[in-house]
């Protein structure tokens, strides 16, 4: 992945390998993980793990989240950005999605709303995407409206992982 993209306040370039120490303060945060399965992370390895799987994505699908680091501070935000989803999800599979994880001190700045404009743009202009999907947990407010101010249409209620109550969205 040799691209980067810039927001007013923010870096967006591909994560990597020495990221781990940041991830793993974001994954192993409890709060962080309250609408994403309640199962934050106990080992930096497991942050390792998970950052080799996207730069796995890099390589087959020329896509992946990318970190937000801020500009002025050279601090990691956390990672926002597109993934195609292989899986299926909701009767969907092979299809772009958009989505965002922040280290809690980062919450509530409009960071995540900021990155998600630039990558929805790349979407349609660069990568030309047909329709972009996101989800989130249904209480998950802070997404939602992030979806919502996008752009992005609510389409139905769905179960993640055969408990977990879902909202699904869609640009069209
Ligand atoms: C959800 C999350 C990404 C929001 O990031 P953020 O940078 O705080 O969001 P922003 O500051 O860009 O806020 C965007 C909008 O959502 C609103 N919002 C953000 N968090 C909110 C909350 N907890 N409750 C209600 N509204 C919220 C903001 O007020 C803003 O709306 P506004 O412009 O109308 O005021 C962040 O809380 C996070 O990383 N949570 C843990 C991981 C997670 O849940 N990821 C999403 C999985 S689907």
Redesign the pocket.
Same mark, same amino acid.
């Given at each position: 992945m040799n691209f980067n993209l810039e927001t007013q306040r923010l870096l967006l370039r591909p994560l990597q390998l020495s990221d781990a120490d940041d991830m793993f303060i974001m994954d192993s945060n409890p709060?962080?993980?309250?609408?994403?399965g309640n199962n934050p992370l106990t080992s930096k390895e497991e942050s390792i793990g998970y950052l080799k799987n996207i730069l796995n994505q890099y390589e087959e699908n020329g896509i992946g989240r990318f970190a937000m680091i801020t500009k002025n501070s050279n601090k990691f935000v $956390?990672w926002c950005g597109l993934k195609f989803i292989t899986e299926e999800e909701n009767n969907h599979s092979h299809f772009y999605e958009i /989505?965002?994880?922040?280290k809690?001190e980062?919450? /509530?700045? /409009?960071? &995540?709303?900021?990155a &998600?404009k630039a990558w929805y743009s790349y979407a349609f202009t660069i990568l030309k995407v047909d329709t972009l999907y996101?989800? &989130?947990?249904i209480d998950?407010? $802070?997404?939602r409206?992030?979806l919502e101010?996008l752009g992005l249409q609510f389409k139905n209620e769905y179960t993640w992982n055969n408990h977990i109550p879902c909202v699904w969205y869609a640009s069209k």
């Open positions: 709060n962080v993980h309250i609408y994403l $956390g /989505g965002y994880r922040l809690e980062f919450w /509530g700045k /409009g960071y &995540a709303y900021e &998600a996101a989800s &989130a947990h998950n407010k $802070g997404s409206r992030i101010k």
